[in-house]
């Protein structure tokens, strides 16, 4: 006996559309847009000078001075009451709001 031979299936064939062709020109013409490339436009930066005059006109914040500012205060308040003992967090948190109110012009 002669051995079977196995049939292949045929092989399909399909067919595609052609998509339509953008002209060149078109392709041209149109600019991409920021959301189109996925980028954010770009930034005018200030000019050094104009940066540095807004910093000269900003007051700055010396942490230690206002500490030192504070603990002067709370020792008057404390001088005031006679050197008594055990209000030492009312001193403070009075003497605090004496510096911010003075500093608040």
């Known amino acids: 006996m002669k051995p079977a031979v196995k049939a292949t299936p045929a092989k399909k064939t399909t067919t595609t ?3 339509p062709e953008v002209k060149a ?3 041209a013409k149109a600019a991409p ?3 189109a490339t996925h980028k954010a436009p770009a930034r005018k930066s ?4 104009e940066v ?3 910093a000269a006109l900003q007051p700055t914040f010396d942490e230690s001075a206002f ?3 504070i ?3 709370a020792y008057l308040l404390w001088e005031a009451r006679g050197h ?9 948190t009075r003497a605090v709001e004496i510096v911010r109110a003075r500093n608040a012009k």
């Open 33 to 35: 847009t920021a959301a």
């Open 25 to 27: 020109e078109v392709k």
């Open 52 to 54: 540095k005059a807004l």
């Open 84 to 92: 008594e003992h055990g209000q030492a967090h009312e001193d403070w």
């Open 67 to 69: 500490r030192a500012e």
């Open 46 to 49: 200030a000019p050094k000078a």
């Open 71 to 73: 603990e002067r205060e």
């Open 17 to 19: 559309k052609a998509k």
